[in-house]
């Protein structure tokens, strides 16, 4: 089955850029999303196919996806920016969908 | 506005089975498959699988595929989750979402935390 990783946790200072990534076996040629997780909430859809913001997320939020990582780049990090981040795409092998295992930003 | 609307907390025990409902509003029901991804305590999202509202047809993750059952009622936009043989480890949030936006998960539902305990 299809396995995508990311690393468990990621700090960064406020105004500093975070970079949280999500490997995968040519996982570039997927289309990848990005959701943000507060604690006691639903996830939160930031990214999606791999560049695009949906309406109301801040620019500070970008995504990038090539060879077998995708990444979710966050400039200007701000202290609300501090959740869980997980990385997901369809497997059209199995037909299922995946999730990474989630990283937790910790703004210092 | 598109929302997903869950059923509320449940409380079974060790053997017993749950259905978990999810009321769509704000889209074509029919239109999009409706996946269910669950969550136990302090861990990540894991997909348990989903539905084709139109046509009923479903694809489960391996890992539940003798013990969940979905299915959907057309008529009032509503998706049902029922996972049987419960365990302790079955217990997590279970939400609902919707691919409305190029696959990605785009409403979610509100979660509905299912607890296994005797």
């Known amino acids: 089955s299809y396995v995508l990783s990311q690393p468990p946790s990621v700090s960064v200072a406020p105004g500093k850029t975070a970079t949280i990534t999500c490997g995968g076996n040519n996982i570039g040629s997927k289309s990848g999303h990005w959701y943000q997780q507060k604690p006691g909430q639903a996830p939160v859809l930031v990214i999606y196919?791999?560049?695009d913001r949906p309406s109301g997320i801040p620019e500070r939020f970008s995504g990038s996806n090539s060879g077998n990582t995708a990444t979710l780049t966050i400039s200007r990090v701000e202290a609300g920016d501090e959740a869980d981040y997980y990385c997901q795409v369809w497997d059209s092998s199995s037909d299922h969908v995946v999730f990474g295992g989630g990283t937790r930003l910790t703004v210092l | 506005q598109v929302q997903l609307v869950q059923s509320g907390a449940e409380v079974k025990k060790p053997g017993a089975s749950v259905k978990v409902s999810c009321r769509a509003s704000?889209?074509?029901?029919?239109?999009?498959?409706m996946h269910w991804v669950r969550q136990a305590p302090g861990q990540g999202l894991e997909w348990v699988g989903r539905i084709n509202p139109h046509s009923g047809d479903t694809n489960y993750a391996q890992k539940f595929q003798d013990r969940v059952i979905m299915t959907r009622d057309t008529s009032i936009s509503t998706a049902y989750m029922e996972l049987s043989r419960l365990a302790s480890d079955d217990t997590a949030i279970y939400y609902c979402?919707?691919?409305?936006?190029?696959?990605?998960?785009?409403?979610w539902g509100q979660g509905t935390l299912v607890t296994v305990s005797s």
């Open positions: 196919h791999d560049d």
């Open positions: 704000g889209y074509t029901f029919t239109g999009y498959y």
């Open positions: 979402a919707s691919p409305l936006l190029q696959g990605s998960f785009d409403p």
